[in-house]
């Protein structure tokens, strides 16, 4: 089985940084996308940040210039380095990633648990 386990969450004032990790373990053949996603309290799960089957990434207008996205390939790991944080990007992080498992088969959707943000003065 695949296991996604997020890091790096915690508590920053405004204007600060926060550098987010996800190992991504178990029977992994190949690793189709691998990217970020947010829930604030009283929205919906969005994209901020991803990795596309072709290897280009893709951010969510509210973040660019302030967030990058970076994977180390041999760790199966993707960071997400977040840099003047507003209160608004205050949510849960959730790593998201569409894995094969062996070769011929179809890849599957795998999430993690989530990692806590907050920014707060």
């Known amino acids: 089985q695949v296991q996604l386990v997020e890091s790096g969450g915690g508590s920053v004032q405004p204007g600060g940084s926060l550098r987010l990790s996800c190992a991504a373990s178990g029977s992994i053949f190949a690793i189709k996308v691998m990217g970020w996603y947010r829930r604030a309290p009283g929205k919906q799960r969005e994209l901020v940040a991803t990795?596309?089957?072709?290897?280009?990434?893709v951010y969510a207008d509210s973040v660019k210039g302030r967030f990058t996205i970076a994977r180390d390939n041999a760790k199966s790991t993707v960071y997400l380095q977040m840099n003047s944080l507003k209160p608004e990007d205050a949510a849960v992080y959730y790593c998201?990633?569409?894995?094969?498992?062996?070769?011929?088969?179809?890849?599957?959707?795998?999430w993690g648990q989530g990692t806590q943000v907050t920014v707060s003065s």
């Open positions: 998201y990633a569409d894995i094969s498992i062996r070769l011929g088969q179809s890849p599957g959707d795998y």
């Open positions: 990795f596309t089957t072709r290897g280009t990434t």
